[in-house]
């Protein structure tokens, strides 16, 4: 099995996800930012056709999610050794979303020792790099984050696992 076939296959392993009152403070944040009606993926009732997820009504949920889905998967396939080179660095990942936070204004409520980045030499051509975020506040936020590549960068893949609704998460 290949680099690139790793993923293919369906995990099944399911973070714990038990602090049902960060659910209530997004609810709540969202009332109080003026997002509009929020949708509930916590199993919540109402029609979903013009209501916003969560993470939508959330200054932080809306920045955690384009750091997270357009940010380092753009940033990744643009310039892979621009950030392979800044998740090495110590705390680097943490250094790269605290920045973009305060640039935008929004408190960053996590340390750096919430953050992990791990790599593995797959063999003599590829290579993983993990990136562990905190526990997703919001659905679709990421739990982990792969960056998969060859050596050259003429293959590279990036694969999410992310919080899904009732307190799931999928790839």
């Known amino acids: 099995m290949g680099l690139f076939d790793i993923f293919k296959k369906k995990s099944s392993a399911t973070p714990d996800r038990n602090d049902s009152s960060k659910e209530e403070i997004f609810r709540k944040e969202g009332a109080q930012n003026g997002g509009g009606p929020a949708f509930d993926p916590f199993g919540g009732s109402g029609a979903q056709g013009n209501m916003k997820p969560l993470y939508m009504v959330s200054e932080l949920g809306r920045a955690l999610y384009q750091i997270e889905h357009v940010g380092l998967r753009d940033h990744f396939f643009n310039d892979p050794e621009s950030v392979l080179a800044m998740v090495s660095k110590k705390d680097g990942i943490f ?60 293959k590279k893949e990036i694969y999410t696992i992310e919080a899904a609704v009732n307190g799931g998460a999928f790839l």
Do not use: C, H, Q, W
Not at 104 to 116: E, H, L, Q, V
Not at 128 to 151: D, Q
């Open 95 to 154: 250094d790269f979303i605290n920045f973009v936070l305060m640039k935008n204004g929004i408190k960053n409520p996590y340390r750096a020792s919430d953050f992990s980045v791990n790599g593995l030499k797959i063999d003599e051509d590829n290579s993983l790099i993990l990136i562990e975020f905190p526990e997703p506040e919001f659905t679709p936020l990421v739990y982990r984050m792969y960056f998969a590549f060859n050596k050259t960068f003429t």
